[in-house]
């Protein structure tokens, strides 16, 4: 099994930046993606970003484009994503996710297999 525990949320001003953290225990995996999701009330779940443990590829929502970035410490086993230019639209539960069957990149939230408990992100003045 695999625990990943989400923190860093909160509420945040237009054009600001939140940093939140996804640290995982548990099981190892030799090949695996970490993913970003968020969900906005009403809203689809969707990959925000992600990142492959091994070969460090990485993909990015284009509405995230140049204002987030996603990184990892392998020591800490944490992933990392760190999010400027906050716009309102931005407002969502935040998720961190496992795909624990490939070393490549998919978007579709039903191949990940583990999930944080998500936290809040709020952009509003």
């Known amino acids: 099994q695999v625990q990943l525990v989400e923190s860093g949320g909160g509420l945040v001003q237009p054009g600001g930046s939140l940093r939140l953290s996804c640290a995982a225990s548990g099981r190892t995996f030799s090949r695996y993606v970490m993913g970003w999701f968020r969900q906005a009330p009403g809203k689809e779940r969707e990959l925000v970003t992600a990142?492959?443990?091994?070969?460090?590829?990485?993909y990015y929502a284009d509405s995230v484009k140049g204002r987030f970035t996603v990184s990892r410490d392998n020591a800490k086993n944490t992933v990392y994503l760190q999010m400027n230019r906050l716009k309102p639209d931005d407002t969502a539960v935040y998720y961190c996710?496992?795909?624990?069957?490939?070393?490549?990149?998919?978007?579709?939230?039903?191949?990940?297999?583990?999930w944080g408990q998500g936290t809040q992100v709020t952009v509003s003045s």
């Open positions: 990142i492959t443990w091994s070969g460090g590829s990485t």
């Open positions: 996710a496992v795909d624990a069957h490939r070393d490549f990149i998919l978007t579709d939230p039903t191949f990940y297999d583990y």
